[in-house]
């Protein structure tokens, strides 16, 4: 049997194949409140081994887009425990994935229309952001220069996280993932290029540029337990205009094995594809060497590559977003070899149903053809 459909021991929890459902914001939680839809859209999904919930902001500094879903509050965390239900009664497994964006946001979107936060006051270049219109209406536009974070606000970063894992936990999930890639804000803090502050969260020190990172992976895993926290990392990603800086592996390196010594419940890799074109395989295999956990790993995977990636041990998981979106039924697709439906971009983010929860599965497809 191939090693995608083997169960997997993660710290305690039973996963019925190594295939992850990947965090994918899809812009349907008008209320920031997940509902009736977002329960519906997540059950049918539940066939993964594990399933990794959209990006889900700890506060309302931390928002960076409309229609995102929170988990700050307690009508969050109401909305949430429909989800978490539809999953478990499928026998599904799902860990809540826990943001802050940092400087990746439009000031619409803010409390009070303030700027948003990150180490420096230095806006993405090039990159926009999806909130309000001066004539109120939503659309994308350029994110909006941040202000620099004070050394003392930041420890209420880490303690946001912390409260919003245990509303995680409240709301049924079974553990969290504290987003540390993808150009959001702690990769902001990571990232020597950009990171030039001068106090202990910056400048060229790589611990202080990681201290933000692991402050916050000690504070979740003591609140909610180490065997219930993961962490997803980027490796020499560039989007959200994150530069390339010297002493660049030397810095993930020493991430990954600070966060090894912490035995979190998995890392998460969110980027094979460009961390092997811009770093190499010999920085991948050193990356892999450094950590003895239980690895997983995204990078627009199909059966075949996710096979290999599993036989050669690079990946203990792997992570499949897009296919998700229009193959509810994923992984009984793969494991019998059916075809796999297209999505329609038009429909990734915003909307209703139409795009969401509409898409069939195989069996039923047949039915209706």
Known sequence: MSKLFEDYDLRGLKLRNRIVMAPMTRSRVPSTVPDALTAEYYGQRAGAGLIIGEGAQVSEQARGYLFTPGLHA??????????????????????????????????????????????VAVAAAGVNAYGYREDG???????????????????????????????????????????????????????????????????PSIDNRLRLLLETVDAVAEAIGSHRTGVRVSPFNRGF?????????????????????????????????????????????????????????AGRYGKEHAERDLESGLADLVAFGRPFISNPDLVDRLRNGWPLADADPATFYGGGAAGYTDYPAWEESLETA
Request: glycine letters at 10%; a negative charge.
């Open 241 to 297: 205009d994150m530069p390339a800086f010297e002493g660049e592996a030397e810095t993930w390196l020493a991430a990954v094995k600070a966060l090894a010594a912490r035995e979190p419940a998995y890392l998460h890799i969110s980027n094979r594809d460009s961390m092997m074109a811009n770093a190499g395989k010999d920085f991948v295999q050193r990356f892999r060497a450094a950590w003895p956990g239980t690895l997983i790993v």
């Open 137 to 203: 209406t939503p659309g994308q536009m350029p994110a909006s220069k941040p202000r620099a974070l004070d050394t003392d606000e930041i420890p209420k970063i880490t303690a946001d996280f912390v409260a919003a894992a245990r509303n995680a936990i409240e709301a049924g999930f079974d553990g969290v993932e504290i987003h540390g890639a993808n150009g959001y804000l702690f990769e902001q803090f990571i990232n020597g290029g950009l990171n030039t502050r001068d106090d202990r969260y910056g400048g």
């Open 74 to 119: 307690s009508a969050q965390v109401q909305g949430w425990k429909g989800v978490t239900a539809a999953v478990h009664e499928r026998g599904g497994a799902i860990f809540a994935q826990l943001w802050h964006v940092g400087r990746v946001a439009h000031c619409s979107v803010q409390p009070f229309d303030r700027k948003p936060v990150a180490p």
